[in-house]
């Protein structure tokens, strides 16, 4: 998957993390991010749910943070950590 400039520049400014700790972060969230069919909790289903269809994008949510990338899965377009009235910390899929 492809990281896109603006994706690269928000990991940067939204995550105190170095350039590889960036990436293992990335294909984590890759690998192990809930998408909305798997979250349990209604209101965060909804608005991930939401998310991904106002940008007609996927969204996978780990580590606290919202992932948004292409349908295809080819390129990642932005992330940003989840809106705290959503922080449970039982989905957020930390590993």
């Known amino acids: 998957m492809k990281l ?9 400014q939204r995550t105190n993390l170095n350039h590889q700790e960036r990436k293992g972060l990335f294909r984590k969230a890759l690998d192990y991010g809930k998408s909305p069919d798997n979250i ?5 289903k ?3 749910e ?3 269809d106002k ?3 996927k969204v996978k949510l780990y580590n606290n943070y919202v992932f948004i ?4 899965a080819k ?3 932005t992330m940003y950590r989840l809106p705290k009235k959503y922080l449970k ?4 899929n930390e590993q």
């Open 50 to 52: 939401k998310t991904a």
């Open 55 to 57: 940008n007609n994008t």
């Open 89 to 92: 910390g039982d989905e957020t």
């Open 69 to 72: 990338y292409s349908k295809n």
């Open 4 to 12: 896109s400039k603006h994706s690269k520049m928000r990991m940067r």
């Open 75 to 77: 390129q990642l377009f």
């Open 46 to 48: 909804k608005y991930l």
């Open 40 to 44: 349990n909790d209604e209101k965060l």
